[in-house]
Structure formats: structure tokens, C-alpha cells
């Protein structure tokens, strides 16, 4: 039997009022619906920052509230080549200068400037998402360095300023989420003292700028045909009749984005056939047989490799006469005081 709406009306009357936070009361009562990225029951901690400004709207204190709508967002990317992913903490896709903003549930927490870098320290939290590579990193999966790029935008239609750069160096779980702690540029950076050395090698990295050899006029593309822990075999018509080490302390690459993986090639066979073995530095992980395979030959930095296997003798960065490595090192002259001798 229904009650009197009189008797309804009364009873709601003497109801205590609900005294919790305007946000507290959404996420027991508000649901989002199927075409958000976040469906299901609102939860504020997927935006905290609302919390505050929801509070101020229950405020009867406060009269205007005014505000700028600010999306913070992370591009991160796999280098060498790049492979970008852009995401936002905004609660929908955002597309920005031909680009896609996926949202998801990532943050960053505080940012801290450091005294010997120009840019600061910071880590990122995000959800355990296959769609952020983060999740890559426990345990590591990439071949390459992750680097983090967080902006911070007062506008829905341009992507801001950047507040932070840095590259991921260690990824811990946190409940169900991710935490990784991000580096400055200039904290990660290897640095090498000396810079160059007087030896019977080259010091320049093949393929690098100051060794000036072609990665295009060397670079070998084969099909992987086995895979057996660290022995792989890559078979190609253009493999014929390489010789023996020819591929040693070289590289190679297989897969793209997150399934890309670079290994150090530490001995490679002659050809049999089309077909040359590879020992790797470790095993790949996700590389199969079928799978295609870029592969770049090594150098060992002595004149003969880099003129009979490179043809690069005029930009060879070694010393023949050069017995053993001479470290060079600047000294002080010291200060001589005046009068008589």
C-alpha cells in the first residue's frame, strides 16, 4: 500500500541531511555511461581535481566560481624510431593538430626541480592499461629507452606547454596501479672522460656522425627461419657469401612499438646458402620464426675493417702509430713570481 504523499513529503522533511562532500555523493550515485573511455560508476579519483571545486559549489559561502579548463597530458615515445603514444588525463579523447589524445587514468605527481638539470625530476601513475607502454617496463620488455614529455594546457584545442621531459629508469606497482620515476635528460645521459683517446682503434660509433658510414648502403633485411634461445637464423638471397664475423658486435631489429626488439649481435657464421647464424647478447622475446628482420654489421675499429669493410679509411678515428691507449689530460701551468734570477 502506497503512501500518503503527504506522509512522504513529512518523513523526507525530517531526514537528516546528507552531510558528505558533493563528490562522495556522485560516486555512490552517479554512473557514466558506455561511450566514455571511464564507463561504469563515477569515480572522483579518476579526476581529483574536481573534488575541490564540487565542494565549492556546495559552498553557499561562495558566489562565483570561475574557472579554465586545464588537460594535463603525457607523450611518451620509444626512440630510435620514434614511436609515439599521447595520452590525457581529460575524461574524453581529445583531437589536437591532427593528432588523438587518448584519455586514460595517468597522472603525474609532484615535479622537483633539480639543482643540476634544467628540467625536473617527476614520476607518472598510471592504470595497468596495455594501451600505456609503461606496462612494458615490469618486468622490461622494451629495447629502447622510454622518454616521458608531460604538458599542461589552459585550452581543449592546443596541447600546451611542456612542464616536464625526462626517460623512465625504474617502474614500481602500487595497488593497481603503475608508478614510474622519470629522470631529466642530463641525469641519465652516459658521459665519457675522456672524450677521445689516442689508440690503435676508432674512436667514433660506426654508423655515427663522426664515423660518416651509411646505415642505408650496409643495412641487411632477412626473414627470421629459427629461433633457439640466443642462435637465431636470418636467411636472405642477399646474405650470400658474407663472411664469417661479418655481422659481429653489430645489431639487430625486429618487430615495431612495444614489440620492437634490438639485440647485440656477438658472433655471426658464414653464409650457408642464404642462410647465416646469429648469437645474440640475450634472447629475444616475442620474435618468431616468419618474423622480418633488419640486420647492421658491426665494426671492431681497426683501419683494415674500416677500409676493407666500409670503405671509410678517410674518416677512420684511430692513431696506427699508437701502441696502447694514451689518456690525454690537460695540466696547469703553474705561476712563477717575479724578481731577480
Given at each position: 500500500m502506497e503512501r500518503h504523499p503527504f506522509i512522504e513529503g513529512f518523513c523526507s522533511a525530517c531526514k537528516p541531511a546528507d552531510r558528505r562532500p558533493p563528490w562522495q555523493w556522485c560516486e555512490e550515485h552517479v554512473r557514466v555511461d558506455v561511450t566514455s573511455p571511464l564507463p561504469g560508476r563515477w569515480r572522483s579519483d579518476?579526476?581529483?581535481?574536481?573534488?575541490?571545486?564540487?565542494?565549492?559549489?556546495?559552498?553557499?559561502?561562495?558566489?562565483?566560481?570561475?574557472?579554465?579548463?586545464?588537460?594535463?597530458?603525457?607523450?611518451?615515445?620509444?626512440?630510435?624510431?620514434?614511436?609515439?603514444?599521447?595520452?590525457?588525463?581529460?575524461?574524453?579523447?581529445?583531437?589536437?593538430?591532427?593528432?588523438?589524445?587518448?584519455?586514460?587514468?595517468?597522472?603525474?605527481?609532484?615535479?622537483?626541480?633539480?639543482?643540476?638539470?634544467?628540467?625536473p625530476d617527476f614520476t607518472i601513475e598510471c592504470e595497468r592499461?596495455?594501451?600505456?607502454?609503461?606496462?612494458?617496463?615490469v618486468p622490461p620488455?622494451?629495447?629502447?629507452?622510454?622518454?616521458?614529455?608531460?604538458?599542461?594546457?589552459?585550452?581543449l584545442t592546443d596541447t600546451g606547454n611542456v612542464i616536464a621531459i625526462g626517460r623512465v629508469q625504474s617502474v614500481r606497482a602500487s595497488g593497481r596501479s603503475l608508478v614510474?620515476?622519470?629522470?631529466?635528460?642530463?641525469?641519465?645521459?652516459?658521459?665519457?672522460v675522456p672524450g677521445f683517446?689516442?689508440?690503435?682503434?676508432?674512436?667514433?660509433?660506426?654508423?655515427?656522425?663522426?664515423?660518416?658510414?651509411?646505415?642505408?648502403?650496409?643495412?641487411?633485411?632477412?626473414?627470421?627461419?629459427a629461433v633457439s634461445g640466443r642462435s637465431v637464423v636470418v636467411t636472405d638471397a642477399s646474405l650470400s657469401g658474407i663472411d664469417a664475423a661479418w655481422f659481429a658486435e653489430g645489431w639487430i631489429e625486429v618487430g615495431a612499438g612495444v614489440n620492437r626488439e634490438v639485440r647485440t649481435v656477438m658472433a655471426s657464421s658464414a653464409?650457408?646458402?642464404?642462410?647465416?647464424?646469429?648469437?645474440?647478447?640475450?634472447?629475444?622475446?616475442?620474435?618468431?620464426?616468419g618474423s622480418t628482420a633488419?640486420?647492421?654489421?658491426?665494426c671492431d675499429g681497426k683501419a683494415d675493417?674500416?677500409?676493407?669493410?666500409?670503405?671509410?679509411?678517410?674518416?677512420?678515428?684511430?692513431?696506427?702509430?699508437?701502441?696502447?691507449?694514451?689518456?690525454?689530460?690537460?695540466?696547469?701551468?703553474?705561476?712563477?713570481?717575479?724578481g731577480k734570477k
Open positions: 579518476a579526476s581529483p581535481w574536481v573534488r575541490s571545486v564540487m565542494d565549492d559549489f556546495a559552498n553557499n559561502a561562495i558566489r562565483d566560481i570561475a574557472g579554465n579548463v586545464v588537460h594535463p597530458s603525457a607523450a611518451l615515445r620509444d626512440t630510435d624510431p620514434v614511436t609515439e603514444w599521447r595520452l590525457t588525463a581529460f575524461s574524453w579523447n581529445l583531437e589536437i593538430d591532427g593528432h588523438t589524445w587518448t584519455a586514460k587514468r595517468i597522472t603525474h605527481g609532484q615535479i622537483q626541480r633539480s639543482t643540476r638539470a634544467d628540467m592499461d596495455p594501451d600505456i607502454p609503461v606496462i612494458h617496463l620488455a622494451l629495447s629502447l629507452p622510454l622518454s616521458v614529455e608531460v604538458r599542461e594546457s589552459l585550452s614510474a620515476k622519470c629522470a631529466s635528460f642530463s641525469e641519465v645521459l652516459p658521459r665519457s683517446l689516442l689508440q690503435a682503434r676508432c674512436n667514433w660509433q660506426v654508423f655515427s656522425g663522426l664515423c660518416g658510414a651509411s646505415q642505408a648502403a650496409h643495412r641487411k633485411t632477412a626473414e627470421v627461419t653464409a650457408a646458402g642464404n642462410a647465416v647464424t646469429l648469437t645474440l647478447s640475450y634472447p629475444f622475446h616475442r620474435a618468431q620464426t633488419t640486420i647492421l654489421p658491426g675493417t674500416c677500409t676493407s669493410k666500409f670503405a671509410n679509411f678517410v674518416n677512420w678515428g684511430g692513431h696506427r702509430s699508437v701502441s696502447r691507449n694514451i689518456t690525454l689530460k690537460g695540466l696547469r701551468t703553474p705561476d712563477i713570481g717575479g
